[in-house]
């Protein structure tokens, strides 16, 4: 009887473990600011200065995906983040993964409130960064409270699957490289969307990992991520693929495909329950 009852504990507690396992979650401190490339507003630009501190902030960015050997204290978005406000931000690169595991090189790192990662590839990220003292600091950052950026590039790379990841070609969907920085957990994020006609890829990567949700985020376009959801924020939208279909006039009537070749689209101001996986309803 009690080896009966041991079993059947350790199954259950496998199956609550494997369940949660596989559950989308955002970061339990902080923010995250997901963008889909192209051009980005003010209104997204500035919401990611105003949660890392606004006038106030330490803002580190990194370019690396870019693909440059180096790059100047004015490059890409650290300028704008100057105009809306931020007196400190700092430009931080290197493509040499011993360099950033480093304390003179991480050190930036200490004082900063927000990161942001710029566009480019984001491979370049996982081979510079990935389990080093820099990636460590950098997640230090949410669990402070502050936020964590990026656009394309910088976009994916947050999720946990690394879509895009191969070294070769960017449109391949799972390559060489599948694992990101996992600041969503069981999520795969994908970007410019619909400017470049990217709705359906997504597929590719949930047909051989269908645990996993997909989100795809168009130009000009973000997801501001506070624990377990996410409100869009930007003139286009994100594109969810969470095996089921949501429209705000309702769809009994509609004739839908299956859940598997499914996905729709949440507009500025939408919010998203990523570990429900359901839209949250104004």
Known sequence: MKINTIVLFLLTLSTTLYSQSKLTTGPENGHLIIAGGGGLSDEVLGKFVELAGGENAHIVVIPTAGGRESYGQDYGRSKNFKELGAKRVTVMHTNNKREADTE?????????????????????????????????????????????????????????????????????????????FSYIKNVAIDQHVITRNRQFDMFTILKEYPHLLGLSVDEG?????????????????????????????????????????????????????????KVIKN
């Open 104 to 180: 003179e090189f991480s050190a930036p790192l200490k004082e900063a409130t927000g990161v942001w990662f710029s566009g480019g590839r984001q491979w370049r990220l996982v081979d510079s960064y990935q389990g080093t003292k820099t990636e460590k600091m950098i997640r230090n950052i949410l669990d402070k409270g502050g936020v964590i950026g990026g656009s394309s590039a910088g976009a994916t790379i947050q999720g946990s699957f690394l879509a895009r990841g191969d070294t070769k070609n960017n449109q391949i969907m799972a390559g060489d490289h599948l694992e990101g």
């Open 221 to 277: 376009t973000a997801m501001w991520v506070t624990g377990n959801q996410f409100q869009v924020i930007g003139d286009s939208y994100v594109i969810v693929y969470d095996g089921t279909f949501y429209s705000s006039e309702g769809f009994s009537m509609k004739e839908l495909p299956p859940p598997y070749s499914s996905f729709y689209f949440l507009k500025n101001g939408d919010s998203y329950d990523l570990k429900e996986r």
